[in-house]
Nanobody, 123 residues
Framework: QVQLVESGGGLVQAGGSLRLSCAAS????????MGWFRQAPGKEREFVCA????????YYADSVKGRFTMSRNNAKNTVYLQMNSLKPEDTATYYC????????????????WGQGTQVTVSS
């Protein structure tokens, strides 16, 4: 089993920044990709970005490209999501996820999920 714990959410004004963290523990050796998803009330969970543990390659949704940056620290089994130029439409619960598959963008491709952390952007 793999456990994922997110942190770093909060309330920020539009144009501000936040950094989310996701620490993985347990049987992490066979994980290939870590992803961030978000879900706003009444909406489906949507892909934000993903990173390969081994190569550091990243992939972003168009809606966050140029504003969000995902990175990883292999020694700490932790991934980060730096969110800049935040907009009210970024308001959602953000979830960290892990999978043994290569870069994937669908929630169904991910095997493990964190509990989520709330991000609220005020206008």
């Amino acid at each position: 089993q793999v456990q994922l714990v997110e942190s770093g959410g909060g309330l920020v004004q539009a144009g501000g920044s936040l950094r989310l963290s996701c620490a993985a523990s347990g049987r992490t050796f066979n994980l290939y990709t870590m992803g961030w998803f978000r879900q706003a009330p009444g909406k489906e969970r949507e892909f934000v970005c993903a990173i390969s543990w081994s190569t550091g390659s990243t992939y972003y949704a168009d809606s966050v490209k140029g504003r969000f940056t995902m990175s990883r620290n292999n020694a700490k089994n932790t991934v980060y999501l730096q969110m800049n130029s935040l907009k009210p439409e970024d308001t959602a619960t953000y979830y960290c996820a892990a999978t043994s598959r290569p870069i994937a963008t669908q929630p169904s491709d991910y095997d493990y999920w964190g509990q989520g952390t709330q991000v609220t952007v005020s206008s």
